[in-house]
């Protein structure tokens, strides 16, 4: 939205270009006029799905939680720290790190192999902020190459956009929230990191550990995203990988055990080469 560039939001902060967006908001960049030097910062402007102004207190509270949820994550030094939220002519805008770096999807072109030694290092890292992530009772669900940042300063891979999170409660609140903030949350993922159950609403903190595991493969194959959607499924629904590639047998049987819809309870790791 241009028109949106350039706005002062929260009565400090600077639109400065649009990140991305789609289903209930929009993310921007944006400077912090009331910090020295006006550092940068992410803007997520978030829209209730509903013009009923009955159910606006229900938005608000929901979006409330959701506030405190990312509070909480935000402990964690590989995902971005929540700096504000607020509301705003019955919209509603969470503030927080800007991170400085590159999406690892640049890292995965098409026909590019990584060695196993560096998918197993790239496992380990995202699963120590999984594991956080899912001790606080959130699953994520939409772990992709897009949402990892390769932050700059110390080589690390950020969790990034968690808009998609999801505590785990009760499914009447779920299905609440999702006609409320977001008409989309019960089918949100992207095609190829997501798995069946998730399609069918019901995901699980398994869902989350699924989606690295392709991730995994799609770095140890050199798989593009579209192609990932289109690997085949055995008979016990494990997706079929490893003739496109030779790794050790222990990293198939965790890779297989972590891709195969809700049964992916083993999140151990193969030691370094």
Known sequence: MQAFDGKLVGGRYKVINRLGGGGGGETYTAADMHRPGHPKCVVKRLKPATNDPSLLPIARNLFNREAETLEHLGHHNQIPRLLAYFEEDAEFYLVQDFIEGHPLNVELPAGHCWSETKVIQ??????????????????????????????????????????????????????????????????????????????????????????????????????????????????????????????????????????????????????RH
């Open 122 to 271: 790239l496992l380990q890292d995202v699963l120590t902020t999984l594991e956080f992530v899912h001790s606080q009772g959130v699953i994520h669900r939409d772990v992709k190459p897009a949402n990892l940042i390769r932050r700059n300063q110390d080589n690390k891979l950020v969790l990034i956009d968690f808009g998609a999170v999801k505590q785990v409660r009760g499914d009447t609140q779920a299905i609440t929230h999702s006609r409320i903030i977001n008409p989309t949350t019960i089918s949100i993922g992207t095609e190829g990191y997501m798995p069946p159950e998730q399609w069918m609403g019901k995901p699980y903190l398994s869902s989350d550990i699924y989606a690295l595991g392709m991730i995994g493969i799609q770095a140890l194959t050199g798989t593009d995203q579209i192609h990932l959607a289109q690997l085949p499924r055995d008979s016990r629904l494990e997706v079929v990988w490893q003739p496109k590639t030779q790794v050790s047998d222990e990293l198939v049987v965790i890779l297989s055990k972590w891709c195969v819809t809700t049964s992916c309870s083993a999140i151990s790791l193969p030691r």
